[in-house]
């Protein structure tokens, strides 16, 4: 199944490798990976999409903490979580085109059903961006595959998450309030880490 | 330099880098120079109290620094000179990895300027090392040195110890910066968010050991790595529970210790195993139930419930499904541990005698086959060279200040039967990665580390060629080890696997070696060869007592194998015995 991990890495070079290092390492298959910033300074936010057992989460988690250049890692699904993904797609689309020149209108209906926006428009080509859950952006490629458009170019992110809510993001809580800075400082014990249903045991491939 | 009286005097990064060591309480540093590393040796006479062991191999360096760390505890370090220097350290530096040993490993590195050029003696050696690393580092300014080192001398001793590789370009050795060691003093190690031995947790496992008929500990290297051997042990006798050991942890409690039954696993005593088969509950502590000492998982242990008192929470059920998990540190877990179970302790009728009972028997039918018992036959066995040095070193009252460092294969296993250790640190040995030639150079890193005790070296015919420059090293360094080379003409072990699964196929496990007393010589190490029982302990002794080094070869039977042996995907109680009728082991005949 698909798990996704949100991590908190420090922002440094060679920190990705280390992060692609160990997927590798444990065999898993990394679906996608974003990297941009995040709310602190020099601090990446990676969200990582991996195929992997069910049961596979606790371990990915406790070695994604292994690595030195992690401060945090959150695993969420998505229920508790909104997740995107930004797609930039070009499809062909002009007077040569066997649609010929209602093709362009055809898209343009199509891209308001789906939400996605007309960002360029070229005498032969028009590109789609769209952001969206992965199912939607899946939906708008099958109906212009379907609907014989060519597409010529698909770029995608891969996914974004976010918890929801502010009290339940344990990355929010662990690093915006003076609080918990506070106990980066002095090392005591964090209770809240996790959350109290997790039971590590429970995990496990059998 | 490092006393010196400016506050914040201006040095060069290698002066830095050394300053930072000799700040870190660094004493020895096991190195070998080369181009990229040169500007530190250049000031290496500035720090007297620096001594700098020179290698003849830089995977020596790194066993050696390994050797140092697993006798004392404290980090070991080693040094060596950018691209074949670097990439010469790496089975060194997995070796210490997957045994969770705390070694700082420098490279030196070509200039900054050029990095990414394929310059001369260019590596990518934080690339190379990353999975076989706790962390690395590469350092390209002389104002990083400082505190870079100092974090890596933390990574490497904090939580689950490992090695660190801080790589340095030679720019940065040379640039000049200014020095304040205080300063560079790293923030608190990261607590890790999933160490967590919740009250919960620790009140299952409570009323697991209360309710166990038949409990038995599992003490891995976790026991030494804590220090927690007092509180095992503590426990272990509180509620008369047994403890079996692996290969690592075999130092951690008293081998003599009545409720000590020994080494688990592939080659662990039968009693140890079934003992293990039979629990209704493992108390597994600081090990990672390794395919060596499980074997068939899905077979394993099949009726017990599992408590795992572990510091590295990606451990918890890699191998083994536990029942209970305590993470965090071993000694600190058992100390909230202990004060619960004495409030409720085990009912007195289950403190174990039945149990104790029913294990002690096993041990009689197995030492009927064991090969310790058997008379002189007039062959000379491994497993007796092994036994009568301990004997050598237990009549001499010097057990507690003997340090046995293994290579990897028969010998090591012999050496785990039959060498009855007494005190923490006294076995340094390749566990994980069963690195060959890790015995001559890890020794030589224990015996600096502790020049008042007897170091062994009791290695293989095939190990010992694979780093025997080191004796070189001995005597430029004055070191007294002892050498037992365990010769039986064989890579024993392959040979052993060859007999037993590839239908005695012995394809290059026949090794033909130089004569080891002549090598020794040549060196201008004593040395002895010894064909008889009778001669092993006499010999033990004047290497022991020599105050020089002195190699002892040892002429043992060729194809003599380590039993009981647990065949791959089998269980743990499904153990092949030694033969009844070896030809081997046949008494001499009646004249």
């Not at chain 1, 980066?184 to 995990?203: C, K, N, R, V, Y």
């Not at chain 2, 490279?107 to 003696?121: E, N, P």
């Not at chain 2, 927690?228 to 503590?234: F, I, K, P």
């Not at chain 2, 070869?553 to 743990?572: C, H, N, R, W």
Request: glycine share 8%; net charge negative; proline share 6%.
């Amino acid at each position: 199944m698909l798990h996704t991990f949100i991590a908190l890495v420090q922002d440094r070079p060679g920190v990705l490798t280390r992060v692609a290092s160990l997927f590798r390492r444990l065999n898993i298959n990394i679906v996608s990976l974003t990297v941009g910033e995040s709310e602190r300074a020099e601090t990446s936010r990676m969200t990582i999409v991996c195929d992997a057992h069910e049961n596979a989460a606790d371990r990915i988690r406790a070695s994604l903490y292994k690595l030195e250049t992690t401060i945090s890692v959150d695993e969420v699904n998505r229920t508790d979580a909104v997740v995107r993904e930004l797609c930039l797609i070009k499809v062909a689309a002009g007077p040569s085109h066997p649609h010929g020149l209602h093709s362009r209108s055809q898209i343009f209906e199509l891209s308001q059903v789906f939400r996605a926006r007309v960002v360029d428009l070229a005498p032969e080509s028009i590109m789609l961006e769209m952001t969206g859950s992965a199912s939607k952006i899946e939906g708008l490629l099958q109906v212009l595959r379907e609907s014989g458009y060519t597409i010529l170019e698909v770029s995608r992110t891969g996914r974004m998450a976010m918890r929801r809510g502010h009290h339940t993001s344990r990355v929010l809580e662990a690093l915006g309030t003076r609080q918990s800075l506070d106990l980066q400082e002095f090392p005591t014990q964090d209770p809240d880490a996790l959350p109290s249903d997790e039971i590590l045991p429970g995990a496990f491939e059998e | 330099m490092a006393d010196s009286i400016t506050p914040n005097p201006t040095l060069t990064g290698a002066e830095i880098l050394l300053a930072t060591l000799a700040g870190e309480g660094v004493t020895t540093v096991f190195g070998y120079p080369g181009g990229a590393i040169l500007p530190v040796y250049d000031v290496l006479r500035k720090f007297p109290n620096l001594h700098h062991v020179l290698v003849r191999h830089e995977q020596s360096a790194a066993h050696m620094a390994d050797g140092y760390a697993r006798a004392t505890g404290r980090v070991g370090v080693c040094m060596a000179t950018s691209g074949p220097g670097a990439t010469n350290l790496v089975t060194g530096l997995a070796t210490a990895m997957i045994d969770s040993i705390p070694i700082v490993a420098i490279t030196g590195q070509v200039s900054s300027k050029v990095l990414g050029t394929d310059a001369f003696q260019e590596i990518d050696i934080t690339g190379i090392t990353l999975p076989i690393t706790k962390h690395n580092f590469l350092v390209t300014r002389a104002e990083e040195i400082a505190p870079v080192l100092r974090e890596a001398f933390q990574i490497a001793r904090s939580g689950r110890p490992g090695p660190v590789l801080v790589d340095i370009t030679k720019d940065a050795q040379q640039a000049a910066a200014a020095f304040d060691f205080e300063a560079a003093k790293p923030r608190p190690y990261r607590p890790h968010p999933m160490l967590r031995a919740e009250s919960s947790s620790m009140q299952e496992a409570v009323t697991l050991i209360r309710q166990a008929k038949r409990p038995i500990i599992l003490a891995g290297h976790g026991v030494v790595e804590s220090g927690a051997e007092r509180q095992v042990l503590a426990l272990a006798e509180a509620h008369r529970i047994p403890i079996a050991s692996t290969l690592l942890g075999l130092d951690a409690v008293p081998a003599e210790h009545p409720l000590c039954l020994g080494m688990m696993g592939m080659h662990g005593e039968s009693w140890v195993n079934n003992a293990i088969q039979q629990a209704d509950l493992l108390l597994a502590f600081g090990m990672r139930f390794d395919d060596r000492v499980t074997g068939n998982l899905t077979k394993y242990s099949p009726n017990s419930k599992k408590i795992h008192v572990e510091i590295d929470p990606s451990e918890i059920n890699k191998n083994v499904r536990v029942d209970v998990a305590l993470i965090g540190d071993l000694k600190e877990v058992l100390s909230l541990l202990m004060p619960l179970l004495e409030t409720h302790p085990r009912p007195l009728e289950s403190h174990g005698s039945e149990w104790l009972k029913q294990i002690n028997a096993g041990k009689g039918n197995a030492s009927v086959r064991d090969i310790i018992n058997l008379p002189d036959n007039g062959h000379l066995y491994a497993a007796h060279v092994i036994n009568d040095i301990w004997h050598e070193a237990a009549a001499a009252g010097r057990l507690e200040q003997t340090i046995i460092v293994t290579d990897v294969g028969q010998h090591q296993m012999w050496e785990a039967q039959y060498f009855k250790h007494h005190a923490p640190r006294s076995l340094i040995t390749s566990g994980g990665l069963g690195t060959m030639g890790f015995a001559l150079p890890a020794a030589i890193g224990a015996k600096v580390a502790c020049p008042e005790k007897d170091v062994w070296v009791i290695a293989g015919d095939g190990g010992f060629q694979m780093t025997a420059a080191e004796l070189s090293t001995i005597v430029q360094e004055g070191l007294a080890i002892n050498i037992a080379v365990i010769n039986n003409g064989f890579l024993g072990m392959v040979r052993q696997w060859q007999e037993t699964i590839y239908e005695k196929n012995y394809a290059s496990s026949p090794i033909l070696s130089p004569n080891f007393v002549l090598l020794a010589a040549a060196h201008g190490i004593a040395g002895a060869t010894v064909k008889q029982r009778a001669d092993v302990i006499p010999n033990a002794r004047l290497a022991r007592t020599s105050g020089k080094p002195f190699l002892i070869e040892f002429q043992v039977e060729k194809e003599d194998g380590v039993y009981p042996m647990i065949t791959p995907g089998s269980a743990l109680h499904e153990m092949l015995r030694r033969p009844q009728h070896d030809p081997l082991i046949e008494l001499p005949e009646e004249p």
